[in-house]
Nanobody, 121 residues
Framework: QVQLVESGGGLVQPGGSLRLSCAAS????????MAWFRQCPGKERELVAA???????NYADSVKGRFTISRDSAKNTVYLQMNSLEPEDTAVYYC???????????????WGQGTQVTVSS
């Protein structure tokens, strides 16, 4: 069984930094693109940043220049370094990945359980 486990959320003051991690584990054959999404209460889930197998990245306009996504393919792990955090970044952050399980011909879409990030003084 494949799962994504996030860590690193918490409470931080405006202007501070946090680093989120998400590790994929289980019966994995290969991992395709990985990404971070976030969801605020009453709002739809939105893409924050994504990274392909070859390291190409894209970011939401609201986080460009402040957030950096990276991955360690050997560990099937994706990171999100968040700097200059603002109260508007407060949300539940979700890890997402396209993963091909053992004995599967197709990539399936997996989500982590979410980790709360709160930016407040």
């Amino acid at each position: 069984q494949v799962q994504l486990v996030e860590s690193g959320g918490g409470l931080v003051q405006p202007g501070g930094s946090l680093r989120l991690s998400c590790a994929a584990s289980g019966s994995i054959s290969s991992v395709n693109s990985m990404a971070w999404f976030r969801q605020c209460p009453g709002k739809e889930r939105e893409l924050v940043a994504a990274i392909t197998v070859d390291g190409s990245t894209n970011y939401a306009d609201s986080v460009k220049g402040r957030f950096t996504i990276s991955r360690d393919s050997a560990k099937n792990t994706v990171y999100l370094q968040m700097n200059s955090l603002e109260p508007e970044d407060t949300a539940v952050y979700y890890c997402n990945a396209g993963i091909r399980p053992y004995r599967s011909a197709a990539y399936l879409n997996y989500w982590g359980q979410g980790t709360q990030v709160t930016v407040s003084s």
